[in-house]
C-alpha cells in the first residue's frame, strides 16, 4: 500500500490447486474489477513491463534473486535449501518498516555455476511456496526505492 495515503497498490495474488484452473484465469486479463484494468498472468511468466527474468543462458555474476517467499522461510531454511547448488556465501531477507519479511530474499554464492543451478529450482516448493528465482539485478544509481512508493533511502 501507499505508506502515505494507505491505499491499496492493486496488486495480488491467488494460488490455484492446478495449473488448470491458473490458465482458465488468465482470461480475466484486460477486464475491468473495481474501476481498474486487471493483468493476470502466471507467477513464472515475465512481466511485460519493467524488470525481465534474465536468459539462462546469459547467467553472470553469482548473486540470486529469491521471490514469492514464504513469511515463514528463515535464513538457515533458504541456505538449506540452496546448499546443493553450491557454496552459499549470504543469504539477506528485506524487512518493512515493521521488520517483517517482504517475500523475497537475495542469494549470493561462491561461482557462476551454482547461480545457474538456483535457477534451476524456480518453480519448486520452499515452505510451501512455489519460488521464483531469477539473476539478482544491480541496484541503479545511489539510493534504494520501493517502486515509486514509500521511503526512500539515500547512500552517501
Known sequence: S????????GKGFVTYKNSADAEKAKAASGTEFQGRT???????????YGYQSAPQQAVEGT???????????????IEKFFSACGKVLEVRIPLNE?????????????????LKKAIALSG????????????????TGGSYSRGGYGLSLIHI
Not at 38 to 48: D, N, Q, S
Open 63 to 77: 548473486s540470486a534473486f529469491v521471490g514469492n517467499l514464504s513469511f515463514k522461510s528463515t535464513k538457515e531454511s
Open 124 to 139: 519448486k516448493d520452499l515452505d510451501g511456496r512455489s519460488i521464483r528465482v531469477d539473476v539478482s539485478q544491480p541496484k
Open 38 to 48: 486487471i493483468e493476470v498472468r502466471l507467477a513464472t511468466e515475465p512481466k511485460k
Open 98 to 114: 515493521e521488520g517483517k519479511p517482504r517475500g523475497f530474499a537475495h542469494v549470493n554464492f561462491d561461482s557462476a555455476e551454482a
Open 2 to 9: 501507499d505508506v502515505y495515503k494507505r491505499q491499496s497498490l
